[in-house]
C-alpha cells in the first residue's frame, strides 16, 4: 500500500464521527468513539482494474492518535512505514534503506493531510449505508475533495470491531485488508514511532 493510500485509510480511522443513521455507520460511530490505540494483524490484498490479484501481503498495524501509525510489513517484501507525527518514513529492510518526507508532502492530495485535524468525517466524507453481508456491517466513505486519489472506502464491522476494509482508488485499483487480533487502547511503547537511524547504510530525505 502506498504512503498516500494508507494515509486515506488513517483519516477514516482517526476522524471523529458525527451522529450517523443506520446500523453500519452506527457501528463505525461506537467503534472510533473513544479510540485512543491500536494493534492489529493484517492480510492485505491488491487487485488491478480488472479484479485480477496482484499481491499478498502479511503484517501488523499500530496506530496511536493523533496521527502516529506503524505498518509492518513481513512479506513479499519486508518493509516498515512509521509516521511520528511530522515525517513518514519507509524502511526498506532488505535494503537497509530509509526514505522519509514531512507529513503533509507525504499524504498532499489526500484527505489524510487532515488526520489531526479533529474534524468530523462528515466534513470530509460522503457515508452511505451499505447492505449487510458476510456477517458485517458495511459503510461506505467517499471523499468530498475531487483531489483525493482514494475514490471509495468499504468499511465492514463484525462481533470483533473493524474487520475489513476496502479501497479503490482512480485508476480502478482495489485494496483490501482484512484484521485480526485487534486490541484497543493498549499501552504502546513511544519508539514504535521512531525510526533507528543506526540500523541503515541510506537515509534519504525527499523533503
Do not use: C
Not at 512479506?75 to 511520528?84: F, R
Not at 486490541?183 to 511503547?189: G, S, V
Amino acid at each position: 500500500m502506498s504512503i498516500r493510500a494508507i494515509g486515506a485509510v488513517l483519516l477514516a480511522s482517526l476522524l471523529p464521527v458525527a451522529a450517523l443513521a443506520g446500523e453500519g455507520a452506527q457501528r463505525l460511530e461506537r467503534y472510533l468513539a473513544g479510540l485512543d490505540s491500536l494493534r492489529a494483524d493484517f492480510v492485505q490484498y491488491t487487485f488491478n482494474a480488472a479484479r485480477t490479484q496482484m499481491t499478498e501481503s502479511h503484517g501488523r498495524f499500530y496506530l496511536q492518535r493523533p496521527g502516529r501509525f506503524r505498518w509492518e510489513y513481513d512479506d513479499p517484501v519486508a518493509q516498515v512505514i512509521i509516521a511520528d507525527g511530522k515525517r513518514v518514513y519507509v524502511h526498506d529492510l532488505e535494503l537497509e534503506q530509509v526514505t522519509h518526507q514531512s507529513q503533509e508532502r507525504a499524504l498532499r492530495g489526500t484527505p489524510a493531510l487532515l488526520l489531526a485535524s479533529g474534524a468530523p468525517i462528515t466534513e470530509h466524507f460522503a457515508v452511505t449505508e451499505l447492505p449487510s453481508t458476510d456477517g458485517r456491517d458495511w459503510v461506505a466513505l467517499r471523499p468530498l475533495d475531487a483531489d483525493a486519489e482514494v475514490e471509495r472506502i468499504e468499511l465492514g464491522f463484525g462481533s470483533d470491531g473493524l474487520e475489513s476494509l476496502i479501497m479503490e482508488d482512480g485508476f480502478g485499483q482495489n485494496t483490501r485488508l482484512d484484521f485480526s487480533a485487534a486490541t484497543r487502547n493498549l499501552a504502546l511503547e513511544p519508539d514504535l514511532f521512531e525510526i533507528d537511524r543506526s540500523a541503515v547504510d541510506d537515509f534519504l530525505s525527499f523533503d
